[in-house]
């Protein structure tokens, strides 16, 4: 169903810096802006990027976004335990009268 | 504060109809900009969007699902009603509402949007 591509996993160890992709086509990334959202264990998920680059008050600056082209970067810099979660990239899609598309996730641990 | 939260049945038959209610405070569904939107997560698996509907009335639904999905407004009531017909068990999943927030520029224009503050969820199970 997601037609936004991440890897599966991701990890790091505590300090280091972690890079998430999402790859995406011209109906979706390329037209539209990227956000990112965090799930921790056992929880509902949480808007942690919007606009490709933008934090919402409260996240740390240690997350980071960017997008080119066609695809988007979540970077999670000195990494910490706590950032163990999953992590989904989303967009709109302009095809099909609209949709809003997410990533098939990226699972991070921390070593 | 915005909260979302979710209710609805946790068990439905294959072939019934599920009818969930997502309440929420903290802000008015008939301010320009506004939006609810519902998401859903099968055990284990991806994120995945359902519906959105707008202040104006506007609604945007998945295509896959646009046949079995109806999504409605009580601004009185600070509720939305998602309808999902034909329940099948592969339909087993958390059930999110979120609300929609729109972002604008200095010139006062809409830029962006997100779904900025997330409901608990809801799980349902479809199964016989």
């Known amino acids: 169903q997601s037609v936004l591509t991440q890897p599966p996993s991701a990890s790091g160890t505590p300090g280091q810096r972690v890079t998430i992709s999402c790859s995406g086509s011209s109906s979706n990334i390329g037209s539209n802006t990227v956000n990112w959202y965090q799930q921790l264990p056992g929880t509902a998920p949480k808007l942690l990027i919007y606009s490709n680059n933008q934090r919402p008050s409260g996240v740390p600056d240690r997350f980071s976004g960017s997008k080119s082209g066609t695809s988007a970067s979540l970077a999670i810099s000195g990494l910490q335990s706590e950032d163990e979660a999953d992590y989904y990239c989303a967009a709109w899609d302009d095809s099909l009268n609209g949709l809003y598309v997410f990533g098939t996730g990226t699972k991070v641990t921390v070593l | 504060q915005i909260t979302l939260k979710e209710s609805g049945p946790t068990l439905v038959k294959p072939t019934q109809t599920l009818t969930l209610t997502c309440t929420f405070s903290g802000f008015s569904l008939s301010t320009s900009g506004v939006g609810v939107g519902w998401i859903r997560q099968p055990p284990g698996k991806a994120l995945e969007w359902l519906a959105l509907i707008y202040w104006d009335d506007d609604k945007r639904y998945s295509p896959s699902l646009k046949s079995r999905l109806t999504i409605t407004k009580d601004t009185s009531k600070n509720q939305v009603v998602l309808t999902m017909t034909n329940m099948d068990p592969v339909d087993t999943a958390t059930y999110y509402c979120?609300?929609?927030?729109?972002?604008?520029?200095?010139?006062?224009?809409?830029?962006?949007?997100?779904?900025?503050?997330w409901g608990q969820g809801t799980m349902v199970t479809v199964s016989s």
């Open positions: 979120a609300h929609r927030h729109v972002y604008y520029d200095s010139s006062g224009y809409s830029t962006d949007d997100a779904f900025d503050i």
